[in-house]
């Protein structure tokens, strides 16, 4: 079904000049190839073919336009031809010569001649017929894939015919090297390969020509001068790119990742909780994950409990039962000893929704508390807490520790994914299943048969039923007993929060059992994948539809080895049934009364569903041909082997007998019978037009045949077995379909993305081109996907899923072509990577998209079997061999030759064990539905007979038995091993005795082993002799079938150790071709070679096959023989394959060996070091005493080498330690292999660059500024450029502008806060003002980072043109808006900011920022031992067992004269000039300790006593005396100071360890500094250089050296000009001249001259100053993560710290600068309460039933226990106004910096030591109604932030509830700075509806003072001495009762019952009326009537 364009002529043209034209149809183009030099007439005569999935309507249009081809501009149109195919859809075929028409609609000259064909979908039109067209192939109706594969190559154009004329024959031959070489590397194309008809003799096919800023660079390949560069590192594309369409991509990593268990850890801080709902509560959280329990303390008489404390969980188990846990919060109100409490509500989310987060977690979020007893209910609190999920290896960044100031906003911080809506409604998930069927039997015939004979009954062997688990709930279906085909009919039924935050539903069907229920089968549904969130959404959804289960095989076995396959772990190894199931989700309306609140599962009858609802049943076929099975591990034995295939239950002879349903509906009969007829291959009279097909579903057994020492191969030569099995199932290909579709454009772009990293990776021009390509063809590919899916037919069995999932798919893929293009436009040169990052979560969403949760058919499983037991196994899912004649809706393996390996079952297949391949199989598959059935051959390779069962001999339907192969090709291979690297130390000593062996069909060889190298040059060519290969010569050329390379370790006893594998496609000569340029000789390849899943080295190697015609093989490329004499009869790779060399010298630097391990229980005493690459090398000189001095005397040698000009192929570096030992031996220690010398070579600098401009000088300024701002002014100038910047204002001037400014602005209160006194600054406040920075620049570098894409995107917008200026716009309003947001938030504080000095908070390791300070001194791990087999558990850190340090320099070996003829130059050093001795040298290490945070609990108690332990050298300091209690976030504040020797003491080592009273104490972390690197450092690492210098106060300077000092010392080792200080406050360096102030201040305020800040201004930019310059380490506090090495990669905690170091012979450093933690300040705070009013009244009275309350007011500041004071009680107020003038006293510390109140308090009795605690400052107030006898009640409550609280009101009226619940909107203030406070405040209480009320007012007064202020004025407490308060004045109702009854009588009826009163008199008023009217009414009635 397509429309056919032929092209055949355009006539008439004008001049002389290249054309190409371009046909659209339906959005997709092709473009014709470019006709060179015509005249008047072009001729095209080429074939374009557009696969069309929907029949073409009469009306659209069909575009032809022809253009004059320019390699430079754009192509220039000549004119355009539109055709409306109404007459080609009427008649099928139509010829047309017509005129164009150019741009104005006129007609031109030129004429076009074509011809179109078209075939309907129901082929109604036209028959084809293969004379038609004449030259090309001949096309059968369903586009059998004779064309080429559409989405194979979207954009390419297809020419046959038109045979090419001898003059193109070289271009013809650089086109066949880009078949391999180019691997669409180009954007022009992927080959359109077309496979001509078997008579036609081969055509060439051209590329296809695209985008015309592209073309230049293919007019020159078409030219032939474009050599390819053929190498491409690592290559796996060299065989996963699809050269042809007869075979698909082998699969290259074997091992099954799913089901292995692994380090998981889960850490959850529970910071606080707020508003929680209840009253006077007293609050704990369980934290809960999985099945583990944790509590925090609890928190008494409080809605808003602070808590901080830390949990940590540790699992080992497979990532999904990770990711399926389910964290739950939840807050539990007064639980004790003895009660469970009542839970609060609580909160759950899974472990997997924590772990996609960015960073795996959460960090300070409110999650929202709900109660799922009472659904009606709204929320019941917040709970802030931070969760994080660590895996091995994450690391996660936790964003800095300091004081929290930023306001909490709550709601813009929920705990909750993005996309998540804050409101969650509560839903039900209604689970329906409905029946199953296909079950294996769960239990052993021997019962049956004893029951059979008891009973005389024979049933299903049994008892299922299905059980669900979702969001930590179980439902369960009743058991349906013994039956294979339960009926359930049940739904199951969830109540959860929408959109749930757990994503999988496991659904399973388990075997009820007495002893133990076993799964059967389990299914998951990822509920992502059946909803979609967006604004066009929809709810999930699923079904009716079947799922598949699979897991272990069906024989029932007691003990079943693979039962965790049936569990849902690991990849299921076959089919155990099928299940019908929907799911619906209904979100509740709680508001309805008549809702059922419960959310217990609930189990209900549902009603069955109609047979047909999933579609119509269809009779399927599926077709499979073994054409090879090689590599058969012989472990197996030499039994006959034979290979089963089966789809579901179908096909399985050995363990499929329960029936299916299907067959016993076709039969009729009631399919009591024990085994289905299809297993027993009886007759059955289907009167199919095939005769009576029975299914044959395995292959003959047949005895293997040894291809070498490790393996067997079947004998399947000329001979193929075939298996066909038919199979019923629902009709629901549209869904394969669909997904094929997508697929198909993700492995395309898939493709293209690898190509565009590999340029990238190996530097090739123009990645950028390749990437646009690839965009487009992405682009083209959604729109294709549009236009398929639309014509989807409506039919009934379509579920409300597959109707949503398709719109959604239609849209996404809609946008996505959408923004393709976009990017393709954004691509340029400089944007590649990150444009390619983005591509890259295209892939990811499109693989999303293609996963369709709704099964249909099952998956393929192909069983290698020996001797009736299942060995091995391949899984091939049934929609990649899904038949359509939709070319893209095919599957990606149907019909064409796959390899498939097999791999051992379940857990056989982990470790090592699966590495080794059971079999390699080449497999044709083909399944599609039957009556589609006769083109199911026609993928296979040609020249073969059909051989056929007696039954179906002369059937031409009928499928073969097997295939008879008459044709056979014989070919040579020739395999060029040249070398490999980076392989896997598979022997104890950390080498490898390597070997390749090449595998290719059934032949097999190896190189030679070449001894303890992990980087083997083999340099070997193997010849294989008389291949051969079946199939006619012209397939395979373009279709070689695949070799396998293994390596393996030779081993001299025992066999040899696997080490990778690796595959490639050899590139062939065909007998008839030249053995000439491009294609041959062919180039070396990088091949990446893969053990199990991870990579484990690469391959260089090439290889070919070429084909040994009727000349014999003297017609073949002559190869050399042997060359070396040692070696052997071994060949060599011939010339024109093997690198060129070129000799280079290497030079190393020797400087030291370190930490070497023990060998063999023996110390190494004198250790050497021999360095090896490409055969030569050179040795160290020997330590003579590795004790007494570690580093080498000699410090340079140098060798020199032949290495390829090629840098990427540049052969490894060994490095090897070896251990001297007496009588000559010696052993090696460790090694270590230098992959790629890339970052070692040197490269002389350019002539021009060199000459730096000496005479113009540079003026840098410098400016003490804000430190944020300096990111944006720092200017970095060209060495040769002049620029001068304005000298700065000295720091004074500064300071008198900012007091105008404060004095100014600012307003009454904030003038008062003064300027901190330098006195009052210490350390700490120079840190917290950094840490303020700090996380001001991340904010910055955020901010700018969106603002750099709003700013790429408004320039894609605004074109090239209106570029330059467009930048200077937008520029210069953000720099304004950034000054603006500097200075807009609280003044005071920036001011503050501004005056303080600050140093540099690094947020990770100081060897991250500076490169590991390996500026010229490299470290060198080295390893020993062999790698660990559980691929994750021996870490390269085990394997340490020493360092190397030294360098190395490569370079071409005749250097310019100009560099040793430099002055100083020390030929003894080589390129190493100016390096430092080695000698022994004594200094002082200074450690600073600040603080460590997160650390890992190391008590039962959650909790760790930690304290600091250091170790160097010799040296080791435990500070166990003061460790600190019960802290896991500890300030230790401390400085030791330790004197060592380098090189012999230079690793320092700082742990933290738990304290404990008993037993031994325990590391928690531990952190390791390489001192020495620092030491050596060009970036001067000893001791950072500080902002400003000055000599007294908080920022002393801290180095012995004064910066004039260091300054003049650096320039003299960077041989610069300098310094020399000038007046005016100047100093020119080099070529540079700086400015600063000139003046410093002593401690009297003396002001005295000095160059010293002008040299540190230098120092602080000497990355500025040319060719010695680099970054100098400033004054700095690291972060450093803590590790143990018990849990290997997963952080516990981290440190910050600094190290300083001072050398020992120069003068002595001052003393350690003061870090020790701040000592909390005294406070005292003073609250006075007044008055309250308003307050609810709680009571009754006895007598008189009136209201009143006996109010007393209660208030605490650091908690209840500790200090809650009560005033007296207000006896009896009825009007809820309490007086009280009382007077609170709290004392407490507090820590300014961190807003923090600390208190130390013993946690319990049993506690050794007090805890110090820091809380925030919150002062409690709490109205309550006092009672004699029973508890007092509680009837209000007001918490007071004392840093923020909302200002009094003046007025009891004006205090109302906006000052609690909208605090965002009022002036805040804090005590600390305003003093006191006076005003009124409300209490606030819930009412029944969790609404918060007023319940009160209070006036109250705070007054803050100091310690000394509180001395100095006293005031007592209460009512007391000193300061007394006056008695209230209260009413005297209190005891009223007995003074005056008639008073309160008057009292009570005036107050209480004055309305009853009026009511009920006037009530007696109206009945004496009415009584009255009724008793006179007679008699005037008489009086009336008698008239009288």
């Known amino acids: 079904m397509a429309l056919v364009l032929q092209l055949r002529t355009v006539s008439g043209l004008r001049g002389r000049a290249d054309r190409i034209a371009k046909a659209a149809f339906r959005g997709l183009s092709f473009y014709t190839r470019v006709l060179e030099n015509c005249e008047d007439e072009a001729r095209f005569d080429e074939t374009f073919r557009w696969p069309v999935a929907s029949n073409i309507d009469g009306n659209e249009i069909l575009e032809i336009q022809v253009f004059n081809y320019s390699k430079v501009f754009t192509n220039r149109l000549i004119g355009t031809f539109r055709m409306v195919l109404q007459k080609v859809v009427e008649e099928g075929q139509v010829e047309v010569t017509d005129t164009l028409i150019d741009d104005n609609n006129s007609a031109i000259q030129t004429s076009i001649s074509i011809e179109i064909r078209y075939q309907a979908l129901d082929g109604t039109v036209g028959a084809w017929n293969d004379k038609e067209f004449l030259e090309t192939p001949s096309v059968h109706s369903e586009g059998d894939g004779r064309y080429p594969s559409e989405t194979d190559s979207l954009l390419s154009g297809h020419r046959q015919g038109s045979d090419i004329s001898p003059g193109k024959s070289n271009q013809q031959s650089t086109e066949r090297s880009f078949r391999r070489a180019g691997k669409g590397v180009f954007s022009a194309m992927k080959l359109g390969k077309t496979r001509p008809s078997k008579d036609d003799h081969r055509k060439q096919d051209e590329p296809a020509v695209l985008e015309a800023e592209d073309l230049d660079r293919k007019a020159m390949r078409l030219g032939g001068r474009l050599e390819p560069d053929t190498i491409s590192l690592a290559s796996v594309t060299a065989v996963t790119t699809n050269v042809s369409n007869k075979r698909s991509k082998p699969d290259i990593k074997m091992e099954p990742s799913a089901g292995r268990p692994m380090d998981y850890q889960v850490s959850i801080t529970i910071i606080e909780a707020r508003q929680l709902v209840g009253l006077n509560m007293d609050p704990v959280v369980c934290v809960e994950v999985g099945e583990e329990k944790k509590y925090t303390s609890m928190k008494e008489s409080t809605n808003c409990p602070y808590y901080n404390e830390y949990f940590v969980f540790d699992f080992h188990v497979p990532p999904d039962v990770m990711f399926d846990k389910i964290i739950k919060l939840s807050v539990i109100h007064s639980k004790n000893l003895l009660r469970s409490g009542t839970l609060v509500g609580s909160f759950k989310m899974d472990v997997g929704t924590v772990y996609t987060q960015p960073e795996h977690q959460f960090y300070h979020k409110w999650a929202i508390l709900s109660d799922p007893e009472d659904l009606t209910a709204g929320l019941k609190g917040y709970l802030k807490c931070d969760i994080a999920v660590v895996g091995k290896g994450d690391n996660i960044k936790t964003p800095h520790k300091a004081n929290e100031t930023e306001e909490d906003d709550i709601e813009g911080n929920l705990l909750l994914p993005d996309g998540v809506p804050p409101e969650r409604q509560?839903?039900?998930?209604?689970?329906?299943?409905?029946?199953?069927?296909?079950?294996?039997?769960?239990?052993?015939?021997?019962?049956?048969?004893?029951?059979?004979?008891?009973?005389?009954?024979?049933?299903?062997?049994?008892?299922?039923?299905?059980?669900?688990?979702?969001?930590?709930?179980?439902?369960?279906?009743?058991?349906?007993?013994?039956?294979?085909?339960?009926?359930?009919?049940?739904?199951?039924?969830?109540?959860?929060?929408?959109?749930?935050?757990?994503k999988r539903i496991k659904i399973q069907i388990r075997d009820s059992d007495k002893v133990n229920d076993v799964a059967i089968g389990t299914h998951f549904i990822d509920l992502r994948k059946i909803s979609n969130e967006g604004d066009k959404g929809f709810l999930p959804t699923f079904g009716p539809a079947w799922v598949n289960m699979y897991g272990s095989t069906r024989n029932y076995t007691l003990m079943d080895e693979h039962q965790e396959l049936n569990e849902g772990l690991g990849e299921g190894v076959s089919f155990r049934a099928r299940l019908l199931m929907s799911l619906a989700v209904e979100i509740l309306d709680t508001t309805n009364p008549e809702i059922n609140s419960s959310t217990e599962v609930q189990v209900e009858q549902a009603t069955s569903v109609a047979d047909n609802c999933t579609g119509k049943m269809e009779e399927f076929f599926l077709f499979g041909a073994f054409l090879e099975a090689t590599m058969i591990d012989r472990k197996i034995g030499d039994k006959p082997i034979n290979f089963e295939v089966t789809i579901g239950n179908y096909g399985n002879q050995l363990d499929g007998m329960s029936k299916s349903v299907l067959r016993r509906k076709k039969d009729g009969g009631d399919g009591d019978e024990e085994e289905s007829e299809l297993l027993q291959n009886s007759s059955e009279d289907e009167g199919d037009e095939d005769g009576e097909l029975v299914s044959v579903s395995s292959s003959q057994p047949v005895k293997p045949l040894v291809t070498d020492r490790n393996y067997f191969h079947l004998p399947y030569f000329e001979k193929k077995p075939c298996i066909y099995i038919k199979s019923w199932w629902q009709d629901q290909r549209r869904r394969l379909y669909n997904a094929n579709i997508m697929d198909k454009i993700a492995d395309k772009l898939e493709e293209g993305l690898n190509d565009v990293q590999e340029m990238i990776k190996t530097e090739k021009p123009h990645p950028e081109r390749r990437l646009r390509g690839v965009l487009e063809e992405l682009s083209s590919g959604c729109l294709r996907f549009v236009t398929l899916a639309d014509k989807d037919q409506h039919h009934s069995s379509r579920t409300r899923l597959d109707r949503e999932r398709l719109k959604s798919c239609m849209r996404e893929l809609e946008n996505m072509g959408q923004q393709a293009t976009t990017l393709r436009s954004q691509v340029k040169k400089n944007t590649v990577k990150d444009k390619l990052k983005l591509v890259q979560n295209f892939l990811q969403k499109l693989r999303f998209l293609a996963d369709e949760p709704q099964h249909t058919i099952p998956d393929v499983f192909i069983w290698m079997m020996s001797n009736n037991k299942r060995i091995a196994y391949a899984r091939v899912p049934s929609k990649d061999i899904l038949y359509s004649i939709v070319d893209e809706e095919m599957g990606k393996d149907c019909a064409k030759v796959k390899t498939i390996f097999l791999k051992p079952p379940g857990k056989r297949g982990f470790g090592p064990a699966g590495w080794t391949v059971q079999a390699k199989m080449e497999m044709y598959l083909w399944l599609g539905l039957n009556k589609q059935r006769k083109d199911f051959l026609s993928g296979l390779p040609c020249g073969f007979e059909e051989k056929k069962t007696a039954r179906g001999q002369n059937l031409p339907s009928f499928p073969p038995i097997s295939l008879l192969y008459t044709k056979k090709q014989v070919f040579q291979l020739r395999a060029h091993m040249y070398q490999a690297r980076s392989l896997f130390a598979a022997d104890s000593s950390g080498l490898s005795d390597p070997f390749a062996r090449v595998f290719f069909i059934s032949q097999s060889q190896c190189t030679e082993v070449l001894n303890e190298t992990l980087c083997p040059t083999w340099d070997q060519l193997l010849v294989f002799d008389n291949v051969e290969l079946y199939g006619e010569a012209h397939e395979m050329r373009d279709d070689p079938p695949i070799i396998v390379i293994e390596i393996y370790d030779q081993d001299t006893v025992g066999k040899a150790d696997f080490m990778g594998r690796t595959f490639a496609k050899p590139v062939v000569k065909m007998s008839d071709e030249h053995y000439c340029p491009p294609r041959f000789p062919p180039q070396l390849e990088y091949y990446q070679i893969y053990r199990g899943n991870s990579t484990a080295g690469d391959l260089l190697a090439a290889f070919e096959l070429l084909q040994i015609g009727p000349g014999g093989k003297s017609d073949l490329p002559p190869i050399d023989g042997p060359t070396d004499v040692d070696r052997g009869p071994i060949l060599p790779v011939p010339l024109g394959i093997r690198p060129v060399l070129s000799k280079y010298r290497v030079e190393i630097l020797f400087w030291g060996l370190r930490d070497l391990k023990r060998v063999n229980l023996a110390q190494v005493d004198r250790p050497r070091v021999d360095i090896e690459?490409?055969?030569?090398?050179?040795?160290?000189?020997?330590?003579?005493?590795?004790?007494?001095?570690?580093?080498?005397?000699?410090?340079?040698?140098?060798?020199?080498?032949?290495?390829?000009?090629?840098?990427?192929?540049?052969?490894?570096?060994?490095?090897?330690?070896?251990?001297?030992?007496?009588?000559?031996?010696?052993?090696?220690?460790?090694?270590?292999?230098?992959?790629?010398?890339?970052?070692?070579?040197?490269?002389?600098?350019?002539?021009?660059?060199?000459?730096?401009?000496?005479?113009?000088?540079?003026?840098?300024?410098?400016?003490?500024?804000?430190?944020?701002?300096?990111?944006?002014?720092?200017?970095?100038?060209?060495?040769?450029?002049?620029?001068?910047?304005?000298?700065?204002?000295?720091?004074?001037?500064?300071?008198?502008?900012?007091?105008?400014?404060?004095?100014?602005?600012?307003?009454?209160?904030?003038?008062?806060?003064?300027?901190?006194?330098?006195?009052?600054?210490?350390?700490?406040?120079?840190?917290?003002?950094?840490?303020?920075?700090?996380?001001?620049?991340?904010?910055?570098?955020?901010?700018?980072?969106?603002?750099?894409?709003?700013?790429?995107?408004?320039?894609?917008?605004?074109?090239?043109?209106?570029?330059?200026?467009?930048?200077?716009?937008?520029?210069?309003?953000?720099?304004?808006?950034?000054?603006?947001?500097?200075?807009?938030?609280e003044l005071p504080e920036k001011k503050n900011k501004q005056k303080i000095d600050e140093l540099k908070v690094f947020n990770r390791e100081l060897e991250t920022e500076f490169d590991n300070f390996e500026d010229w001194l490299h470290t060198f791990n080295l390893l020993r031992g062999k790698i660990g087999d559980n691929d994750d558990n021996a870490t390269e850190e085990e394997r340490i067992v020493g360092r190397f340090k030294g360098s190395m320099c490569v370079y071409k070996v005749p250097l310019p004269d100009d560099i040793s003829k430099e002055a100083g130059y020390d030929p003894s050093f080589g390129m190493f000039q100016g390096i430092p001795s080695n000698d022994p040298i004594n200094v002082l290490v200074r450690v600073y300790i600040v603080r460590a945070t997160d650390l890992h609990p190391a008590d039962i108690n959650g909790k760790a006593d930690p304290y600091i332990a250091i170790k160097l050298g010799k040296t080791d300091i435990k500070d166990k005396e003061n460790y600190i209690s019960k802290q896991l976030n500890p300030v230790f504040g401390k400085s030791f100071d330790i004197e060592a020797t380098f090189p012999m003491e230079s690793m320092l080592t700082v742990a933290i360890y738990d304290w404990d009273l008993v037993g031994t104490d325990d590391l928690i972390g531990e952190t390791k500094i390489d001192l020495e690197n620092r030491y050596y450092s060009k970036h001067r690492a000893t001791c950072g250089v500080s902002q400003t210098y000055s000599i007294h106060g908080y920022n002393t300077w801290r180095d012995p050296m004064k910066p004039s000092q260091i300054l003049s010392k650096l320039c003299k080792e960077g041989k610069v000009d300098g310094p020399h200080f000038g007046p005016g406050g100047r100093v020119k360096v080099a070529n540079r001249v700086f400015t600063g102030p000139t003046e410093i201040e002593d401690e009297n305020g003396q002001k005295k001259q000095t160059d010293e800040h002008l040299a540190l201004s230098v120092l602080r930019h000497w990355e500025d100053i040319p060719r010695a310059g680099c970054k100098l380490v400033p004054e700095h506090v690291e972060t450093r993560p803590l590790l143990n090495p018990d849990k290997p990669g997963i952080e516990q905690g981290r440190l910050e710290m600094w190290v300083d170091m001072f050398p020992m012979d120069m003068p002595a450093p001052g003393p350690a600068i003061d870090i020790s933690p701040r000592k909390p300040k005294k406070y005292e705070l003073r609250v006075i309460v007044w008055n309250t009013d308003e307050v609810i009244l709680e009571d009754d009275d006895y007598f008189t039933g009136e209201k009143s309350s006996?109010?007393?007011?209660?208030?605490?500041?650091?908690?209840?226990?500790?200090?809650?004071?009560?005033?007296?009680?207000?006896?009896?107020?009825?009007?809820?106004?309490?007086?009280?003038?009382?007077?609170?006293?709290?004392?407490?510390?507090?820590?300014?910096?961190?807003?923090?109140?600390?208190?130390?308090?013993?946690?319990?009795?049993?506690?050794?030591?007090?805890?110090?605690?820091?809380?925030?400052?919150?002062?409690?107030?709490?109205?309550?109604?006092?009672?004699?006898?029973?508890?007092?009640?509680?009837?209000?409550?007001?918490?007071?932030?004392?840093?923020?609280?909302?200002?009094?009101?003046?007025?009891?009226?004006?205090?109302?509830?906006?000052?609690?619940?909208?605090?965002?909107?009022?002036?805040?203030?804090?005590?600390?700075?305003?003093?006191?406070?006076?005003?009124?405040?409300?209490?606030?209480?819930?009412?029944?509806?969790?609404?918060?009320?007023?319940?009160?007012?209070?006036?109250?007064?705070?007054?803050?003072?100091?310690?000394?202020?509180?001395?100095?004025?006293?005031?007592?407490?209460?009512?007391?001495?000193?300061?007394?308060?006056?008695?209230?004045?209260?009413?005297?109702?209190?005891?009223?009762?007995?003074?005056?009854?008639?008073?309160?009588?008057?009292?009570?009826?005036?107050?209480?019952?004055?309305?009853?009163?009026?009511?009920?008199?006037?009530?007696?008023?109206?009945?004496?009326?009415?009584?009255?009217?009724?008793?006179?009414?007679?008699?005037?009635?008489?009086?009336?009537?008698?008239?009288?």
């Open 426 to 502: 509560w839903a039900r998930f209604y689970i329906k299943i409905y029946r199953a069927e296909g079950l294996p039997r769960m239990n052993t015939s021997i019962m049956a048969n004893v029951k059979k004979a008891l009973i005389g009954e024979n049933k299903d062997l049994v008892d299922p039923y299905v059980q669900v688990v979702f969001a930590g709930q179980k439902g369960k279906t009743s058991i349906q007993k013994s039956s294979y085909e339960p009926l359930w009919n049940e739904q199951i039924v969830f109540t959860e929060m929408f959109p749930p935050l757990c």
């Open 1750 to 1988: 006996d109010i007393f007011v209660r208030g605490w500041l650091k908690g209840q226990q500790e200090d809650k004071q009560d005033t007296d009680v207000h006896y009896h107020s009825l009007t809820g106004e309490g007086n009280f003038n009382w007077r609170y006293i709290f004392p407490f510390d507090y820590l300014m910096a961190e807003e923090k109140i600390v208190i130390s308090k013993k946690e319990s009795m049993f506690s050794w030591d007090e805890t110090e605690y820091k809380i925030p400052a919150r002062l409690t107030l709490q109205v309550w109604d006092a009672d004699h006898f029973s508890a007092d009640d509680f009837l209000g409550a007001i918490e007071l932030d004392l840093n923020r609280f909302p200002r009094g009101a003046k007025t009891s009226k004006q205090c109302s509830l906006e000052m609690v619940t909208n605090e965002a909107e009022l002036p805040m203030v804090s005590i600390f700075k305003q003093k006191r406070v006076k005003g009124w405040w409300p209490f606030v209480a819930r009412d029944e509806n969790d609404e918060l009320e007023v319940t009160g007012k209070v006036e109250a007064e705070l007054h803050l003072l100091t310690a000394e202020e509180a001395e100095k004025s006293p005031a007592g407490l209460a009512r007391n001495e000193p300061d007394p308060l006056e008695k209230p004045n209260r009413p005297d109702t209190s005891f009223i009762w007995f003074l005056n009854p008639l008073k309160s009588i008057k009292y009570l009826i005036c107050t209480r019952y004055k309305w009853l009163i009026i009511k009920i008199v006037l009530a007696l008023l109206l009945l004496i009326m009415i009584a009255l009217f009724l008793y006179s009414m007679p008699g005037y009635m008489v009086k009336k009537l008698l008239g009288a």
């Open 1173 to 1385: 690459c490409a055969g030569k090398g050179v040795q160290s000189a020997l330590i003579q005493n590795y004790k007494k001095n570690p580093n080498f005397s000699t410090l340079v040698k140098w060798f020199e080498v032949d290495l390829p000009e090629n840098e990427l192929l540049h052969p490894p570096l060994n490095i090897r330690v070896v251990d001297c030992r007496a009588f000559g031996r010696y052993t090696l220690v460790g090694s270590h292999t230098v992959s790629s010398l890339r970052k070692f070579i040197y490269r002389p600098p350019d002539k021009k660059a060199q000459h730096w401009n000496m005479t113009g000088e540079i003026v840098v300024n410098m400016e003490p500024e804000v430190p944020i701002k300096k990111m944006e002014t720092m200017v970095k100038l060209e060495a040769n450029s002049d620029a001068v910047v304005k000298v700065d204002v000295t720091e004074e001037e500064k300071e008198k502008k900012k007091k105008k400014k404060k004095g100014g602005g600012g307003g009454g209160e904030e003038a008062e806060e003064e300027e901190p006194d330098e006195s009052m600054l210490d350390w700490w406040s120079k840190y917290f003002a950094s840490i303020e920075t700090m996380k001001e620049q991340l904010r910055q570098q955020e901010a700018a980072a969106a603002e750099a894409e709003d700013k790429e995107e408004m320039e894609t917008m605004e074109g090239s043109k209106g570029q330059a200026k467009n930048k200077e716009k937008s520029k210069a309003p953000k720099d304004d808006k950034k000054k603006k947001q500097q200075s807009a938030p």
